[in-house]
């Protein structure tokens, strides 16, 4: 049947970069490589059609079997929030649960015990975590799970973020809508802010080697159409550097357009920008 509509050319897919419907664009964790017994502070980057309300509910816990990790969703089932006892928030904590967004700034504490079971190289090398996010509207839901690595390594990673971003070689301003004329087309660049990272890495040889971060970077448009495609890894020469070129939509209003650096080691940034189409 799947094959049938598509044939006839009748269903129209989506494009990766488009952003029609809700999105969960990216997952970050400050620390991007905690330790046992740091906090972890969890963000999203999200896209929420017409403005409407949303919900987004976190879980996290740290992967001590191949099988998972033990996230137990169903320990918000019947809560009331003018019910919620201190037992009831420690019974949550216990199965997970890390906030709830608006209003919750989810947060999570790695247990002091997540690599004691490890010896020492093992400690450096570490395991991950999972970090479960719903997002939800009344008309949608979008799930997302993500590994986060817990470990001691000596080099541990940190988060990229888009330092600045140009259009056609002006600074926009992530504050203020950028301003673009129906059916125009204009050259984006965004750029690291800071240097690549170098760390420490251990190959299937048992070998020590130090690598340099190699980065991509992802765009997402509301509207219009991107001419390099959805994801843009760079030469290597503009390593610090994502390019891509947008045509702004034909049709005046309100657009946005999200750009996400992740560095392939579990850390990622974005940089998010409304845009009026005149």
């Known amino acids: 049947m799947i094959l049938t509509l598509l044939a006839c050319g009748d269903l129209e897919l989506s494009q990766e970069w488009e952003l029609d419907r809700l999105r969960l664009l990216a997952v970050r964790a400050d620390p991007a490589e905690p330790r046992p017994g740091d906090t ?7 896209y929420v059609p017409d403005d409407a309300d949303w919900t987004a509910i976190w879980f996290a816990c740290v992967v001590y079997e191949e099988s998972g990790c033990d996230i137990d969703t169903d320990a918000l089932a019947g809560l009331e929030d003018t019910a919620i006892t ?10 997970g649960f890390a906030g ?8 999570w504490v790695v247990p002091d015990d997540a690599l004691a079971d490890l010896d020492t190289g093992a400690q450096l090398e570490g395991r991950s975590a999972t970090v479960q996010v719903t997002l939800t509207t009344d008309a949608d839901t979008e799930l997302v799970v993500r590994a986060i690595p817990v470990s001691l390594a000596t080099t541990p990673n940190t988060n990229p973020d888009v330092g600045f971003l140009t259009v ?7 504050a203020i809508p950028l301003v673009l004329t129906a059916g125009s087309s204009v050259d984006l660049v965004a750029t690291l802010a800071g240097d690549l990272e170098t760390y420490t890495y251990v190959n299937t040889d048992g070998e020590t080697e130090e690598r340099t971060e190699e980065l991509e970077w992802r765009w997402y448009v509301s509207g219009g159409s991107l001419g390099g495609g959805f994801v843009d890894t760079g030469p290597e020469d503009e390593g610090g550097e994502g390019n891509q070129a947008w045509t702004a939509p034909s049709e005046a209003g309100d657009y946005e357009l999200d750009v996400v650096v992740l560095d392939g080691r579990g850390g990622m940034g974005w940089w998010s920008q409304a845009v009026t189409v005149e």
């Open 40 to 46: 972890v502070t969890f963000s999203s980057l999200r």
């Open 86 to 95: 201190a037992d009831d928030i420690a019974a949550l904590m216990e199965a």
């Open 100 to 107: 709830v967004e608006p209003g919750m700034t989810p947060t």
């Open 168 to 174: 056609d070689g002006e600074p926009a301003d992530s």
